[in-house]
């Protein structure tokens, strides 16, 4: 009885992580959330920001 | 081989359109379809060099492979490499350990910022950590009995090409050879042949260092480029392998919860493991002594930046260190040995065959699951392009020019962010697409703090520069050794000189300078210095001849195992 139980709950947290990790990458790669400077006609482009 | 498999699957799901046609131009990493072996490259300009060996070793095996092709095999390889490297380091561990640590060697903050950063060449000496502290035990561990023998000595076959490819850069440098000696060093193990192999790989940036000491005293900024918290504190932080200076590229993930579960679930493992990994590994000294110098230089950047940055003004090489977070692959083994073992632990305490791999599966995920926008190309953060034909013909027109001098490059600024590459930041590609020594503006802006270069020949062209008229900044220049300014009109404002057009595409302008009756020749050396950067170049190039043999004999050995095989 107790081993069954285990496998359940291993495949219930073992398909939430999945899932999870599935969503996660896929909402990361599709919505591109990275900020680029908005004018290439400033002449100083910053090397990095550390706010 | 199925670690090795899974790594090399994490290398494509993380690099992704990075994989297409087409150059990854990120920030500082700068890669062009065939670099000049120019003096720049071998250390030998006016400016302090940063990319010493990397670039002159690209410039070389370019000739070779197509810089694209290359790119391409750095990028992958790297991170198929490291993950490789961590399965090995725990070659004793259960499968499923040795997959959840590839996962965390290769899926981690450390290859995600970095490779946003382009610093390729910190990434392929993260990559070669595990690979350096099996080549260092088994050095030590090289008493009388059958031991597998490169050409240079007792020690692995691959253990040079490994150090090489792990050394191309100062702080890639230093952290190879801080991993290999620590575990490799012992008395009466041919110290000075590993002090020797050491001394020759890291022999051109150590050189063209100390060839410009002065410029590198100069360098500081120790408090913009220290260790920085995401959502976790400084230091916490840097125990994920994270805390890059840079907050732009830093995963959106890392300012979330994501980091805290990253946190737990590292400390997690790394706790059940520790016990049984101190009790079984005979070098745990040396293991957690280089975590401790990763942790302290991190945390000691982050702490005290303004102490560091009066104390590199007087202590050589100091600066190397203002990047404090750059030296954390030193704190991957440590990581890899106590999570294998803990993995093992945890498994042990479930019964049953599929809790056990599900426990595996859901360890392995993990990694991915908390920072899941390393995936494809960091969500966007790194692509692919194309340079612009002009550029091509910039470089073609000004191969053809017989007039001396250097080549100043305008706007008068360092980093660029071209519409061909999605307006992603780089360092300015123009000069490593030229033919000649080139003159930049080093001075950098961060959050809108400018860390001044460190080359005063570009700080004399800048006062050039700034003179009122054409014909004068023209001349200034001229004077200083510069024969031809190239101006990218697509990068914004940059002052008007008086020069004869050699080649002007709309969005390139090359003019060539006037000749002054004064000009001198183009930037040289010294002739101490020169000797001293031919002998380091030299011993580099023995290294180099050693590390081809090793690979030529490992090839004939790959070749010959099976055949072995099957004749048995």
Same mark, same amino acid.
């Given at each position: 009885m107790g081993n069954i139980i285990a496998i359940v709950a291993s495949i219930l947290v073992g398909g939430g992580v999945a899932a999870a990790t599935i969503v996660g990458v896929v909402t990361s790669s599709t919505d591109n959330t990275v900020e680029n400077?908005? %004018?290439? %006609?400033? %002449?100083t482009v910053q090397y990095g920001t550390n706010d | 081989m199925v670690p090795t498999v899974w790594a090399g699957v994490l290398a494509v799901l993380m690099l992704g359109p990075a994989l297409g046609a087409g150059f990854v131009l990120s920030y500082d990493m700068v890669w062009v379809p065939d670099l000049a072996l120019t003096r720049d490259v071998l250390g030998l300009g006016s400016g302090l060099p940063r990319a010493v060996p990397s670039d002159a070793v690209i410039a070389v095996l370019d000739e070779v492979v197509p810089g694209l092709v290359l790119q391409k095999l750095v990028l992958v390889g790297a991170l198929v490499l490291a993950g490789a490297g961590a399965a090995e380091l725990v070659r004793e561990r259960s499968l499923a350990a040795r997959l959840v640590v590839v996962s965390l060697t290769v899926w981690s903050p450390y290859v995600a910022e970095r490779l946003w950063m382009g610093h390729w060449p910190m990434l392929l000496a993260y990559a070669a950590v595990p690979w350096l502290v099996l080549a260092g035990r088994r050095w030590a561990a090289a008493g009388p009995g059958p031991v597998e023998r490169g050409p240079v000595g007792r020690g692995p076959v691959w253990m040079l090409p490994i150090l090489l490819v792990g050394s191309l850069s100062a702080s890639a440098g230093i952290v190879s050879a801080a991993v290999v000696l620590a575990t490799g060093l012992r008395r009466g193990r041919r110290p000075v042949l590993l002090l020797a192999m050491v001394a020759a790989v890291n022999a051109p940036w150590v050189v063209a260092g100390l060839t410009h000491a002065g410029e590198a005293a100069s360098a500081t900024g120790f408090e913009v480029f220290a260790l920085r918290g995401d959502a976790l504190p400084a230091p916490l932080a840097a125990l994920t392998l994270g805390g890059i200076w840079n907050t732009s590229v830093i995963p959106a993930s890392r300012e979330g919860w994501q980091a805290w579960a990253a946190l737990a679930l590292l400390v997690g493992l790394v706790g059940a493991g520790l016990r049984r990994w101190w009790v079984g590994d005979s070098q745990r000294i040396a293991i957690l002594g280089l975590w401790v110098a990763g942790m302290a230089i991190a945390i000691l950047g982050w702490a005290a930046p303004q102490t560091l940055d009066g104390l590199a003004q007087n202590i050589p090489g100091l600066a190397l260190m203002r990047d404090s977070s750059r030296l954390l692959p030193l704190c991957l083994p440590l990581l890899v040995l106590t999570v294998a073992a803990g993995v093992d632990a945890l498994r042990e305490r479930l019964r049953g065959t599929a809790p056990r791999w599900a426990a595996a599966v859901v360890l392995a995920l993990a990694p991915i699951a908390v920072l899941p926008d390393a995936a494809w190309g960091l969500a966007g953060g790194i692509g692919t392009a194309d340079y612009p034909a002009s550029w091509h013909q910039a470089g073609a027109a000004l191969a053809e020019e017989t007039a001396p001098g250097d080549v100043l490059v305008l706007p008068w600024s360092a980093y660029r962010a071209p519409a061909w590459n999605g307006r992603r930041p780089v360092l300015d590609p123009l000069p490593r697409m030229l033919p000649r020594a080139s003159v930049i503006n080093g001075d950098l802006v961060i959050g809108g703090t400018e860390i001044a270069g460190e080359d005063p020949r570009a700080a004399a062209a800048a006062e050039a520069l700034a003179a009122p008229e054409p014909s004068a900044r023209a001349a200034e220049l001229s004077r200083l050794g510069i024969g031809y300014v190239i101006t990218d009109r697509t990068a914004g404002e940059a002052p008007p000189l008086a020069g004869e057009t050699v080649h002007d595409s709309g969005d390139l302008l090359l003019q060539r300078l006037p000749e002054e009756a004064t000009r001198p020749a183009a930037y040289t050396m010294g002739p101490v210095r020169l000797t001293a950067m031919a002998v380091a170049w030299v011993a580099y190039g023995v290294a180099w001849l050693g590390a081809t043999t090793s690979t030529v004999l490992l090839l004939i050995s790959i070749v010959r195992r099976p055949a072995a095989n099957v004749r048995d």
């Amino acid at each position: 009885m107790g081993n069954i139980i285990a496998i359940v709950a291993s495949i219930l947290v073992g398909g939430g992580v999945a899932a999870a990790t599935i969503v996660g990458v896929v909402t990361s790669s599709t919505d591109n959330t990275v900020e680029n400077p908005p %004018s290439v %006609s400033e %002449s100083t482009v910053q090397y990095g920001t550390n706010d | 081989m199925v670690p090795t498999v899974w790594a090399g699957v994490l290398a494509v799901l993380m690099l992704g359109p990075a994989l297409g046609a087409g150059f990854v131009l990120s920030y500082d990493m700068v890669w062009v379809p065939d670099l000049a072996l120019t003096r720049d490259v071998l250390g030998l300009g006016s400016g302090l060099p940063r990319a010493v060996p990397s670039d002159a070793v690209i410039a070389v095996l370019d000739e070779v492979v197509p810089g694209l092709v290359l790119q391409k095999l750095v990028l992958v390889g790297a991170l198929v490499l490291a993950g490789a490297g961590a399965a090995e380091l725990v070659r004793e561990r259960s499968l499923a350990a040795r997959l959840v640590v590839v996962s965390l060697t290769v899926w981690s903050p450390y290859v995600a910022e970095r490779l946003w950063m382009g610093h390729w060449p910190m990434l392929l000496a993260y990559a070669a950590v595990p690979w350096l502290v099996l080549a260092g035990r088994r050095w030590a561990a090289a008493g009388p009995g059958p031991v597998e023998r490169g050409p240079v000595g007792r020690g692995p076959v691959w253990m040079l090409p490994i150090l090489l490819v792990g050394s191309l850069s100062a702080s890639a440098g230093i952290v190879s050879a801080a991993v290999v000696l620590a575990t490799g060093l012992r008395r009466g193990r041919r110290p000075v042949l590993l002090l020797a192999m050491v001394a020759a790989v890291n022999a051109p940036w150590v050189v063209a260092g100390l060839t410009h000491a002065g410029e590198a005293a100069s360098a500081t900024g120790f408090e913009v480029f220290a260790l920085r918290g995401d959502a976790l504190p400084a230091p916490l932080a840097a125990l994920t392998l994270g805390g890059i200076w840079n907050t732009s590229v830093i995963p959106a993930s890392r300012e979330g919860w994501q980091a805290w579960a990253a946190l737990a679930l590292l400390v997690g493992l790394v706790g059940a493991g520790l016990r049984r990994w101190w009790v079984g590994d005979s070098q745990r000294i040396a293991i957690l002594g280089l975590w401790v110098a990763g942790m302290a230089i991190a945390i000691l950047g982050w702490a005290a930046p303004q102490t560091l940055d009066g104390l590199a003004q007087n202590i050589p090489g100091l600066a190397l260190m203002r990047d404090s977070s750059r030296l954390l692959p030193l704190c991957l083994p440590l990581l890899v040995l106590t999570v294998a073992a803990g993995v093992d632990a945890l498994r042990e305490r479930l019964r049953g065959t599929a809790p056990r791999w599900a426990a595996a599966v859901v360890l392995a995920l993990a990694p991915i699951a908390v920072l899941p926008d390393a995936a494809w190309g960091l969500a966007g953060g790194i692509g692919t392009a194309d340079y612009p034909a002009s550029w091509h013909q910039a470089g073609a027109a000004l191969a053809e020019e017989t007039a001396p001098g250097d080549v100043l490059v305008l706007p008068w600024s360092a980093y660029r962010a071209p519409a061909w590459n999605g307006r992603r930041p780089v360092l300015d590609p123009l000069p490593r697409m030229l033919p000649r020594a080139s003159v930049i503006n080093g001075d950098l802006v961060i959050g809108g703090t400018e860390i001044a270069g460190e080359d005063p020949r570009a700080a004399a062209a800048a006062e050039a520069l700034a003179a009122p008229e054409p014909s004068a900044r023209a001349a200034e220049l001229s004077r200083l050794g510069i024969g031809y300014v190239i101006t990218d009109r697509t990068a914004g404002e940059a002052p008007p000189l008086a020069g004869e057009t050699v080649h002007d595409s709309g969005d390139l302008l090359l003019q060539r300078l006037p000749e002054e009756a004064t000009r001198p020749a183009a930037y040289t050396m010294g002739p101490v210095r020169l000797t001293a950067m031919a002998v380091a170049w030299v011993a580099y190039g023995v290294a180099w001849l050693g590390a081809t043999t090793s690979t030529v004999l490992l090839l004939i050995s790959i070749v010959r195992r099976p055949a072995a095989n099957v004749r048995d």
